[in-house]
């Protein structure tokens, strides 16, 4: 089992600049590709950025390519998300995701939102 929990969410203004964590607990948090997803309202939930285990195979949706960076700490077993120049379309809830072998875990999530 794996455990997510997210925290850093918070306002911000048009360009500015947010991060959020994920911290992942459980006996296969160590083995598990994690990354964010967010659902805007009204929308879909949506990939933003996945990051393996051993911190490689990163991949970005194309809409947050070259403003966000997703990273992960091995001691901690921590994803982190920084996003820069925010725009009002980042609004949302992100979603702390682990994956293992096509099994999903979710955290609870923790809102963004960018409005002046």
């Known amino acids: 089992q794996v455990q997510l929990m997210e925290s850093g969410g918070g306002l911000v203004q048009p360009g500015g600049s947010l991060r959020v964590s994920c911290a992942a607990s459980?006996?296969?948090?160590?083995?598990?590709?994690l990354g964010w997803f967010r659902q805007a309202p009204g929308k879909e939930r949506e990939l933003v950025a996945t990051i393996g285990s051993g911190g490689g195979n990163i991949r970005y949706a194309d809409s947050v390519r070259g403003r966000f960076t997703v990273s992960r700490d091995a001691a901690s077993n921590t994803v982190y998300l920084q996003m820069n120049k925010l725009r009002p379309e980042d609004t949302g809830v992100y979603y702390c995701?682990?994956?293992?072998?096509?099994?999903?875990?979710w955290g609870k999530g923790t809102l963004v939102t960018v409005s002046s």
């Open positions: 459980g006996s296969i948090a160590r083995l598990i590709a």
């Open positions: 995701n682990g994956q293992y072998y096509g099994v999903h875990y």
